[in-house]
């Protein structure tokens, strides 16, 4: 598995992004949150950091992972492309089998949502976003 494609750096960002981070950044700021990109830390801080917050807002990717660090009830919120048509905040236990990061987290006994974009790099819907913070927080 290991290859020059995985080991490398920014590779994350390359695959997925959020054009509109900046408004999320901006809309959820009242909620005292922490803007952190992963592939700049050590693997102690991310865990630190899993493990030290009950909210988590996360592109998909591996860096997700680290929810395996979360405390029972933390809050995830998983940033991530449509699968299909059918894909909705509505409708995310359609797809249990396809999705690690929902698998995961209900076997943590974390709370999972999720936020759909149209593709790997398009704007997510920011009512979405702060719907979920406004309701968990």
Same mark, same amino acid.
């Given at each position: 598995?290991?290859? @020059? *494609?995985c080991e ?11 054009? =509109?981070?900046? =408004? ?15 592939? @700049? *830390? ?5 865990? !630190? ?10 592109? #998909? ?5 680290? /929810? /395996? ?22 409708? &995310?236990?359609?797809? *249990?089998?396809?999705? #690690? ?9 974390? @709370?999972?949502? !999720? &936020?759909?974009?149209? #593709?790997?790099?398009? *704007?997510? @819907?920011?009512?979405?976003? &702060?719907?979920?913070?406004? !309701?968990? &927080?």
């Amino acid at each position: 598995y290991k290859s @020059d *494609e995985c080991e490398r750096k920014g590779s994350g960002s390359d695959r997925r992004s959020t054009p =509109n981070l900046i =408004n999320i950044k901006n809309l959820i700021k009242k909620y005292d949150y922490k803007f952190i990109n992963l592939e @700049d *830390e050590s693997l102690i801080n991310q865990i !630190e950091l899993f493990g030290g917050h009950e909210f988590i807002v996360a592109q #998909h990717g591996a860096a997700l992972s680290n /929810i /395996i660090f979360c405390n029972f009830n933390s809050i995830i919120i998983e940033i991530r492309p449509r699968r299909n048509e059918s894909d909705s905040v509505l409708n &995310v236990s359609q797809y *249990e089998q396809q999705n #690690h990061f929902e698998n995961l987290s209900k076997s943590l006994g974390l @709370d999972y949502f !999720e &936020v759909f974009q149209e #593709h790997n790099h398009s *704007e997510v @819907d920011l009512k979405d976003i &702060v719907d979920l913070v406004k !309701e968990n &927080v």
